[in-house]
């Protein structure tokens, strides 16, 4: 389960969004997060299934395409 919380400003206002996903885990969801903010991935092989399950989902070609 992954769970992520983050407080932004909205026209003059502090809005908390978080998001929940039951389908990944936290570990693989933190890597995927890196991976789009930096460009870089630390594959593992523990990690390989679910970071193409979450690319896919997010539609995240390159990254499935690397993992190959």
């Known amino acids: 389960r992954f769970s992520i919380s983050s407080v932004v400003r909205m026209n003059g206002k502090?809005?908390?969004k978080e998001v929940?996903?039951?389908e990944f885990?936290?570990?693989s969801m933190k890597i995927f997060l890196q991976y789009v903010y930096?460009?870089?991935i630390k594959l593992e092989?523990?990690?390989i299934i679910n970071l193409v399950r979450?690319?896919?989902y997010y539609g995240n070609d390159v990254l499935?395409?690397?993992v190959k």
């Open 64 to 66: 499935i395409d690397s």
């Open 45 to 47: 092989l523990k990690n």
């Open 38 to 40: 930096t460009g870089q």
């Open 14 to 16: 502090i809005v908390t």
């Open 20 to 22: 929940k996903h039951d």
């Open 54 to 56: 979450i690319s896919s």
């Open 25 to 27: 885990d936290s570990e």
